[in-house]
């Protein structure tokens, strides 16, 4: 199935989904870059990531429901988690990897919410939680993992919910790019 090249904020991407996910970061003032660097992996094969968030040091892939890229995305993290000096996805700059799942219904019946999933990676088949909050110092809205604490836009200390919990944030519903064709 191809993709559908879609035009937003300026910028074209290479399906809809991915403009979509433009659209909702914009939407949680997440600023970001599409497709601004690519990697030379360590198994030697090249990746171009979806999405870099500069304010917040977080690799975003954008995952339909039919992509298989899956294995290069680990790679990433795997490879960033090997260069890093920090050990742990909840800290303060640390790489963070993640994929971002298609948007799903909230609860069984309800039609019309769905919510944005993403879902952190360390390295193959080593996943974790990530929900999405507010730092209290800097007010930037940060992705955060597992059960950490530090804001990934300032560095500061916060009461973040535990891994899994819903914020606010979490559950807007997925914001989509205006439909042109
Ligand atoms: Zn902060």
Redesign the pocket.
């Known amino acids: 199935m191809k993709a559908i090249p879609t035009k937003y904020g300026g910028v074209d991407f290479r399906s809809r989904l991915e403009a979509d996910w433009a659209a909702h970061l914009d939407r949680l003032s997440i600023d970001w870059q599409y497709e601004v660097e690519g990697y030379q992996l360590s198994d030697g094969s090249w990746y171009l990531p979806d999405f870099y968030l500069p304010d917040i040091q977080v690799w975003l892939e954008v995952k339909g429901a039919h992509n298989q890229r899956v294995s290069k995305v680990e790679q990433l993290a795997a490879d960033l988690w090997a260069e890093s000096p920090v050990d742990l996805p909840t800290l303060y700059g640390a790489p963070m990897v993640l994929i971002a799942q298609p948007p799903q219904r909230v609860a069984p019946g309800v039609i019309d919410e769905w919510r944005a999933y993403v879902h952190g990676v360390r390295g193959p088949g080593k996943g974790y939680s990530v929900t999405i909050d507010q ?1 209290a ?2 007010n ?1 809205v940060v992705f955060v993992a597992l059960w950490g604490k530090d ?1 990934r ?2 560095g ?1 200390y916060n009461d973040f919910l535990m891994e899994g919990a819903w914020t606010e944030l979490a559950q807007l519903e997925f914001t989509r790019a205006p439909r042109t064709v």
Request: some cysteine; glycine content about 0%; hydrophobic content about 10%.
């Open positions: 730092c110092h800097c930037k804001c836009a300032c500061k």
